[in-house]
């Protein structure tokens, strides 16, 4: 499988090649991909050295598959030339999410939807990732009528130059004016301002949210709203769920249902002191759902606690499990079904 990863230099493109080698993703050439001040670089991918190479390089190479975590106005204006030459694109930017031609994927939720035909597919946002992981199997059993969010994202979301925000404010350094990520200190700092403000003062992030949800699931008429905070933590995103359901629950089959599902670890004792913190998420694969209880304020109300890295699960992870659906379902690759 020839593999092109495009942004390998970034944050995410590291924890990608991490990811592919643990998955032992079958690579038998890597194209470590990037921008022009990058190319010509060496990057170390299972004890070998590879030089960086460009865009124009790499779709000449034509990949099998080509995993883009380079920002949106990258993936728009390189992701259909790679396309062209037949390659498969699995792109993590915001650029072909809400585009009605492209698939929105998470595997355990819909990677079934995807065809030969699909040659770029887009990874949701790293925040809807985890929730939607937990919400599918509750949705599909007792239908999901509305969804009030309240994330706790990690400054690694940001990118590189938030760590380094992070990194010099922890030391006592007054960051300069380009070294900044944000509009305000984010170490010992909670901000309640993740992307932009649109018109309607919600953020991108927040409306990210609700928009994406409603694809994944298929389904338009869950209300949702959302309020997302950056918060000075490495080792992932955390967000607290209320859900109404159309239908009635019992607490113990939810806890039960969600255990049962793939690719969620329940971590539910409060009697223990046990509950998923981003501290212990770092570095895993897994949504970790708990704090699993009714909200007695609301009839068919349910509060859960969801946590994942979200340089794994909410982004790098994510779109290697994308990359091995399609190998294993024969939808890329020389055995490569044909539209």
């Known amino acids: 499988m020839r593999v092109a990863v495009v942004g390998v230099t970034g944050l995410v493109g590291t924890v990608m090649l991490k990811v592919l080698d643990e998955h032992q993703f079958p690579v038998s050439e890597l194209i470590p991909v990037a921008s022009a001040r990058s190319v010509g670089k060496k990057i170390t991918y299972q004890g070998k050295a590879y030089e960086v190479v460009g865009m124009e390089t790499a779709i000449g190479m034509k990949p099998d598959v080509a995993i883009f975590s380079a920002g949106g106005e990258t993936s728009k204006e390189w992701a259909p030339k790679f396309a062209e030459v037949g390659t498969t694109v699995i792109d993590n930017s915001s650029a072909w999410r809400m585009d009605p031609s492209k698939k929105l994927i998470?595997?355990?939720?819909?990677?079934?939807?995807?065809?030969?035909e699909d040659k770029i597919i887009a990874n949701p946002n790293c925040s809807t990732i985890q929730m939607v992981v937990a919400l599918a199997p509750l949705h599909r059993k007792y239908k999901i009528k509305r969804l009030v969010i309240s994330t706790y994202q990690s400054f690694t979301g940001t990118g590189v130059k938030a760590v380094k925000q992070y990194q010099l404010e922890s030391k006592g350094f007054e960051p300069k004016a380009d070294e900044m990520a944000y509009n305000y200190q984010i170490f010992e700092n909670c901000l309640p301002h993740c992307d932009i403000f649109l018109e309607n003062d919600y953020t991108k992030e927040e409306m990210k949210l609700v928009h994406e949800t409603r694809k994944i699931l298929g389904d338009d008429s869950i209300g949702i709203t959302a309020t997302a905070v950056r918060v000075p933590v490495h080792g992932g995103h955390s967000e607290a769920i209320n859900i109404e359901f159309e239908e009635a629950f019992e607490v113990e089959e939810v806890r039960q249902l969600l255990a049962e599902s793939s690719g969620i670890i329940v971590q539910d004792d409060p009697a223990q002191n046990k509950?998923?913190?981003?501290?212990?998420?770092?570095?895993?694969?897994?949504?970790?759902?708990?704090?699993?209880?009714?909200?007695?304020?609301?009839?068919?109300?349910?509060?859960?606690?969801?946590?994942?890295?979200?340089?794994?699960?909410?982004?790098?992870?994510?779109?290697?499990?994308?990359a091995q659906y399609l190998m294993e379902k024969q939808l890329i690759g020389s055995d490569a079904v044909t539209a």
């Open 275 to 322: 509950y998923p913190m981003p501290l212990y998420a770092k570095n895993k694969n897994e949504v970790f759902v708990g704090r699993i209880r009714r909200d007695e304020s609301l009839a068919n109300g349910l509060n859960i606690w969801v946590v994942s890295d979200n340089l794994r699960k909410g982004a790098a992870t994510n779109a290697v499990q994308i």
């Open 106 to 116: 998470v595997p355990e939720v819909n990677a079934s939807e995807l065809k030969p």
